[in-house]
C-alpha cells in the first residue's frame, strides 16, 4: 500500500493522537498507544511524531513563523542540516508532512547518516538564488560538526552563496542549537527545540517546497491543506 492509498487512515490516527496530546498525555506513550490500535509502520508513526502536535503548542510555533519577505533586510541564522536535508528528502521524492504547526518536515531519518553529494551542490544552488531574490540581511549559517563533512559543507555555502551576492558566514560548530539559541533575529529552520526557543522562526525549506518545487506532501489535519 502506497502513502497515497494509507492518509486516510493516517489521517484519523492522528486526530486520536491530537485528541491525546489536547488532554495532556506524554506524546511517547500516546503514539505507542495510536500507532499500536492503528497498527501503524515506523515510518507512519514518524509521521505522526514529527507532523502532529497539542493544539495550543501547534497555534503559538503558527503564531512565530514568517514568511522571508515579511523580514526585509534582517539578518538570518540558517539551521544548516535542517534546511538541506528537508529539501534533499523533497528532491529524491521521500515523505513530507505538513505538520499541524505549519512547518514542513521530512521523515527520511537520514540525519545522522547524512553525507554531502551531487544533490547537496543543487540544493545549496536552489537556496541562494531563493535567498537571492529577497532582501535578506546577513546569512549565519551553522551546521552539526559531527556529522560527516560539516566543514566543508559549510566551505560549499560561503561559495555558492558568496557567488550569489550574498552576504554571509558559515561554520561547523559543536552544537548548532546553542549558536542558533543565541541568535538575536529570526532563525531558519523546522526544528521543535528551535522554533519553541525563538520567538521569529522562517521556515526556509517549506517555502521552497510549496512555492518552487512540485512534489507532493502528507496533509494529517485538513486545515493545513492548500496552505
Not at 90 to 99: E, G, H, M, S, T
Request: charge should be neutral; charged fraction near 25%; aromatic fraction near 6%.
Amino acid at each position: 500500500m502506497s502513502f497515497k492509498e494509507i492518509v486516510p487512515y493516517l489521517k484519523e490516527a492522528a486526530a486520536d493522537l491530537r485528541y491525546l496530546l489536547a488532554r495532556g498525555y506524554p506524546k511517547a506513550a500516546a503514539l505507542t498507544l495510536v500507532g499500536n490500535r492503528h497498527r501503524l509502520t515506523h515510518t507512519a508513526r514518524q509521521l505522526l511524531h514529527r507532523g502532529v502536535a497539542p493544539p495550543e503548542v501547534a497555534a503559538a510555533r503558527r503564531a512565530k513563523m514568517r514568511l522571508l519577505a515579511e523580514i526585509p533586510g534582517q539578518p538570518l541564522a540558517v539551521d544548516g542540516h535542517n534546511v538541506l536535508i528537508t529539501l534533499e528528502c523533497a528532491l529524491r521524492r521521500l515523505p513530507l508532512v505538513a505538520a499541524d504547526d505549519g512547518f514542513i518536515r521530512d521523515v527520511g531519518q537520514v540525519s545522522r547518516a547524512f553525507r554531502p553529494s551531487r544533490e547537496t551542490d543543487r540544493v545549496l544552488a536552489l537556496l541562494a538564488d531563493y535567498l537571492a531574490r529577497h532582501p535578506v540581511g546577513a546569512l549565519s549559517v551553522f551546521f552539526d560538526a559531527p556529522l560527516s563533512l560539516s566543514g566543508e559543507l559549510a566551505w560549499r555555502t560561503r561559495e555558492v552563496w558568496g557567488a550569489r551576492g550574498l552576504t554571509v558566514t558559515a561554520a561547523a560548530v559543536a552544537v548548532p542549537e546553542r549558536e542558533l539559541a543565541a541568535f538575536a533575529g529570526p532563525v531558519a529552520s523546522s526544528d521543535t527545540a528551535v522554533i519553541d526557543a525563538h520567538d521569529l522562526v522562517v521556515d526556509l525549506a517549506g517555502e521552497i517546497i510549496r512555492q518552487e518545487l512540485q512534489v507532493e506532501m502528507i496533509y494529517l489535519d485538513k486545515a493545513q491543506e492548500g496552505v
